[in-house]
Nanobody, 121 residues
Framework: QVQLVESGGGLVQPGGSLRLSCAAS????????MGWYRQAPGKERELVATITRDGITNYADSVKGRCTISSDNAKNTVYLQMNSLKPEDTAVYYCNAKIQQEYSAYIFPFWGQGTQVTVSS
């Protein structure tokens, strides 16, 4: 089994910052890519940012320049530093990881349970 556990969400004022963390654990052989997605009420889940095992990053245009994704491969952990937060960043943020489990030749996507981020004054 594989688990992704997120932390760091909460309520923040516009212009504020938050740092999300997500740790993967379980029967992991390797992690290909980790990332963050978000889903606002009434909207589809969308990409926020991803990072490969080699450190190649990708960001949604809506967060470029305001968010930084990073990872600690030794800890199977990914972080999302979010600055200059706006009300439209309000959403449930989900961690995603593409993982090859032990004794498997295949890579599957796994999701965390989500953490709420609310940007409001």
């Amino acid at each position: 089994q594989v688990q992704l556990v997120e932390s760091g969400g909460g309520l923040v004022q516009p212009g504020g910052s938050l740092r999300l963390s997500c740790a993967a654990s379980g029967s992991i052989f390797s992690i290909n890519t980790m990332g963050w997605y978000r889903q606002a009420p009434g909207k589809e889940r969308e990409l926020v940012a991803t990072i490969t095992r080699d450190g190649i990053t990708n960001y949604a245009d809506s967060v470029k320049g305001r968010c930084t994704i990073s990872s600690d491969n030794a800890k199977n952990t990914v972080y999302l530093q979010m600055n200059s937060l706006k009300p439209e960043d309000t959403a449930v943020y989900y961690c995603n990881a593409k993982i090859q489990q032990e004794y498997s030749a295949y890579i599957f996507p796994f999701w965390g349970q989500g953490t709420q981020v609310t940007v409001s004054s």
